[in-house]
């Protein structure tokens, strides 16, 4: 998305899998710059509520997601530099191991 030019300001993900864990959210916002807002939804449901749409079955995402609240927020760390520069570290030898 950054390389479209796209800017992440917020996230809205699911409580589920690797989001239910502080750690994990507070890297992935460290990284992104934004802040993540746990729903009290699942991915699962999200997905199946987007096919609906997608399916006809409904007119629009927003109509099903009206009820959604935000049972956690993230935002990034106070050291999120050192979060970036530990993922691009990362992502540099990635790309290493790739080529």
């Known amino acids: ?3 479209m030019g796209v800017k992440i300001q917020a996230m809205k ?3 589920d ?4 864990s502080r750690v994990f959210s507070t890297t992935i916002a460290s990284i992104l710059d934004c802040e993540i807002e746990m729903l009290s939804t699942t991915g ?9 749409v ?14 959604q609240t935000v049972e ?11 979060y970036k520069a530990g993922y691009n570290a990362w992502h540099s030898e990635l790309i ?4």
């Open 1 to 3: 998305l950054e390389e």
């Open 54 to 67: 997608g399916a006809s079955l409904f007119s629009s995402l927003d109509e099903l997601m009206q009820n």
């Open 44 to 52: 699962a449901v999200g997905a199946a509520k987007a096919s609906s």
């Open 72 to 82: 956690r927020r993230y935002t990034a760390a106070n050291n999120a530099g050192e």
């Open 96 to 99: 290493k191991l790739l080529t």
């Open 17 to 20: 899998n690797l989001f239910q």
């Open 13 to 15: 993900v699911g409580n």
